[in-house]
């Protein structure tokens, strides 16, 4: 099919990225004790690579599915501002609808802003496939982490550096490319202000609220500066 061999030409970045960013999240879960079913089931109906890795000591330390659930959202409000671009596209798509709006990631949303579709193609059929296969990246690097992770004898410390990395990756990627420097500040400034008054343990969902809050209020000024797309990493 056309339309799924286009899409496939356009994530093949995203697949390696995928892969082994999944990967490193189902190694720490096995690592972790937690079985592959884990890995598989959270990569499926989560897709949320940043709250995934950091769910995994939330989870060993016991907090609350609410608390989770909570932090899931705010880690993912960026969803909220650029998503809605899409709304409508994404209605017109039918029983895909709910689907599409699930695996609106980061890579996904930057292709469907990017990508530019030849004559012949069914435009929904495209944007479809763009969002299954980068699903299908994600789900196949987690299931084969979470099998390292279950039966890789070696010792495996430091692979959680991964989730630091990756981190550092985002936010050095956002300071290079986006002239509005105004989300890392916020982010920054709120985390460093609970982390002294609430420590380690309690800082991160008011935080997290803060930070949005910031970043709602000073929208327009965020927007200004990218172009009219408000970007929060």
Known sequence: MKELRFAFKH???????????GMAYGIMMG???????WSFFSALFIFAGSMQIVMIPLMQNGT???????????????????????????RKMGWKYPYMVLTLTD????????IKYEDELDEEKAMFFIALLNHCYWIAGCTLGGIAGQFLSWDMKGIDFSATAFFTVVVVNHWNN????????????????FYILLGADQFL?????????????LKNSVTTKTGGALHVN
Do not use: D, Q
């Open 107 to 114: 890579e996904t949303y930057s292709v469907l802003c990017s």
């Open 31 to 37: 690592k972790a004790g937690y079985s592959l079913i």
């Open 205 to 217: 969902v008011p935080a997290l609220s803060v930070s949005l809050i910031a970043l709602v209020i």
């Open 11 to 21: 994530t093949v970045p995203i697949l390696f990225t995928y892969l082994f960013i």
């Open 64 to 90: 609350s599915l609410m608390t989770l659930a909570i932090m899931t959202f705010f880690i993912n409000a960026r969803h909220l501002f650029y998503g809605i671009g899409f709304i409508e596209k994404f």
């Open 178 to 193: 986006y002239p509005s420097k105004i989300p890392i500040i916020a982010g920054a400034v709120s985390s460093v202000l």
